[in-house]
């Protein structure tokens, strides 16, 4: 199969043609030829948008699906179309399914689940069985299967000698622990930020120290072990002092925030839209634009949309009792242009790969095609139209986006929103 993509702006700076607009053929999945004006003597495939521009594919690492067990919610299936048109052309799977994802067969599940699409799909393993945070479950055999970290969604271990030994045992095959940092006990029956907001709300807060307490403590064990460490998610302007200060002593960390704690406070919250309940819980502004800071000087490596559906059942009921989770697949570029420059955006969507040991390839000439496809320009409102999920728990209803992702080209395969 083969394609001519016209007109197509390159924002890559690894390619010899960023920042150029040029057309692209790609024959059986393979970038054969950039240039301009290229000719189409067989009339085969073209595409051409408004204000096109190419980067490398996006990749999310902290994507929920449902399936197995929760298919109300989300398949994979569904999930994967909605990834791909949404611009990324890979995600990584977090294991809180039912059953979790902690053995070698439920591995081989999920990836089976997601063959013959164009996103990619990358499973997490559980770091514990069941995410009980009480045994290790059996990394060696999900990495021989694919999984690509391993981590309890949204659970922080209390028990720090099993966080060593976690950490000790990866490093004989090279894996990467994920740790979720918010200190149980101090949280408590916390359920939205501690500050002015939560006090006028009469909403129970949890404090930022419940966050930065447990990071520091897992880069006072990544300090004695060695081996590599991925923090999900901060959302403190102290996390990301504590782990640039642990960057500077060389130790292998890396870390990545959610969109809407980018853009979001908890402003958010005045009139008790459980959609806007998240975790970690969405902080004040002097939080989000430290964030922002740490992107633009690269402390924090990457972002995620943190997507995570949720059933009506379990949001529309009150506050305190509602689950935890926001979509954010489709609402992730427009949201990020709101508050970042484009290429910062495509670096940090981008970025993650690495740490995940995923390939990442620059679009030049002889390359495997593997790009998102987007606008940077124009403004919507984000509503229930524009969101392809099963589940319509999204924190962004009704907010103001820049820009449109188009789709991707990845495996051989063209997706368009």
Known sequence: MSTIIREAKIIDSSSPFHNQTVDLLIVNGIITKIGTSLPNPESIEEVKLENLHLSQGWFDSSVSLGEPGFEDRETIANGLNVASKSGFTAIALQPNSYPIIDNQSQIN????????????????????????????????????????????????????????????????????????????????????????????????????????????????????????????????????????????????????????????TDEKLENFDTRSKVTPPLRTETDRQALLAGILDNTIDMITTDHNPIDIEHKKMEFDGAKNGTIGLESAFGALLTVLPLEKVIGKLTAGKTTFGIENLSISEGNKANFSLFNPEGNSIFTNENILSKSKNSAFLGTELKGKAYGIYNQGRLVLN
């Open 109 to 264: 599940f999920v990836k089976s689940k997601a063959n013959g699409f164009a996103t990619e799909l990358f499973p997490i393993g559980a770091l514990t069985k069941e995410s009980e945070g009480k045994d290790m479950a059996e990394l060696f055999d999900m990495k021989n299967a694919g999984a690509v970290a391993f981590g309890d969604y949204n659970k922080s271990l209390d028990n720090a000698n099993l966080l060593k030994i976690a950490l000790q045992y990866v490093q004989d095959f090279d894996g990467l622990v994920i740790a979720f940092a918010q200190d149980s006990n101090i949280k408590g029956n916390g359920v939205a930020n501690e500050g002015i907001v939560s006090t006028r709300l009469g909403l129970k807060g949890i404090p930022d120290l419940a966050e930065e307490l447990q990071i520091a403590r897992n880069l006072f064990l990544l300090e004695y072990t060695g081996g590599k460490l991925h923090i999900p998610t901060i959302s403190t302007a102290k996390s990301v002092q504590i782990i640039k200060e642990a960057k500077a002593k060389g130790l292998k960390v890396t870390c990545s925030v959610a969109v809407h704690h980018l853009v979001l």
